[in-house]
């Protein structure tokens, strides 16, 4: 038969079959190099393989592990969920606002909100509560501090994320009135406020990045967040 009269399917098939054949040739021929070859030829080639494997399991995630951006998010979610807490007028009434812990500045900061009296109750994750006391408040931010003596549970650091440092498209993460971690972006910087693609977050909580760092706290305005320069500022008393 002439190559030539072969339709599609039968050149096809009998690509296949040559290569198939020429693959088995390849590994008969290869085997029998190395059976005649000297020894430190067949151990370098075997370690070659080794490595080969080697590399390719540790690349490849075994058991549907969390990848990288994973393990970030739900890091950033449970630092932001141990610094998120409510302010009562006493340890039997309800709560009348939502504060971010900052653990290292011994206070709490939330959204200015009119009525908030000047001593307050602070309930954290853990169930305990601690007494603070009003330090400083301006249009956007309101500062309770614990005093020295206060006994105030550990959470994880709140490392201030720069407003000159953050860039539409990055993702932030925030709680929800129900205790439920949502996702977004920042889809604008305009001021001091930076608007996010977040629902409705409760005024005072904070959003976080996914690295961890406090981009700011909600002022109670879908999506809109008081950075996290401005926090600092009032606990610093800078200008």
Known sequence: MNIEDLSKSQLLLLTVLVNF????????????LLDEAPTTV???????VENTIETVTTQVPVGGGPSREE??????????AARSTAIHRSTSTPAIA????LPI?????????????????????????????LTSSNDEVTIYGFSD?????????????????LLQGQTVISMTAGGNAVTGIISKIEGNTIYTSLPVIPAGTAAVLLGGGLMGISTGVPGAFVTADSIMALLTGSP
């Open 71 to 80: 393990e970030l998010l739900t890091s950033a979610i449970s630092a932001s």
């Open 105 to 133: 500045s011994r206070a709490v900061a939330t959204a200015r909100v009119d009525g908030l009296p000047k001593e307050v109750v602070v309930a954290f994750p853990d169930g305990s509560f601690a007494e603070a006391s």
């Open 98 to 101: 939502s504060a971010t812990y």
């Open 149 to 165: 003596t206060a006994f105030l549970p550990d959470a994880p650091a709140a490392s201030p994320a720069e407003l000159a440092t």
């Open 21 to 32: 054949v020429t693959a088995i040739a390849t590994a008969v021929l290869t085997v029998s």
């Open 42 to 48: 067949t151990q370098t080639v075997n370690r070659i």
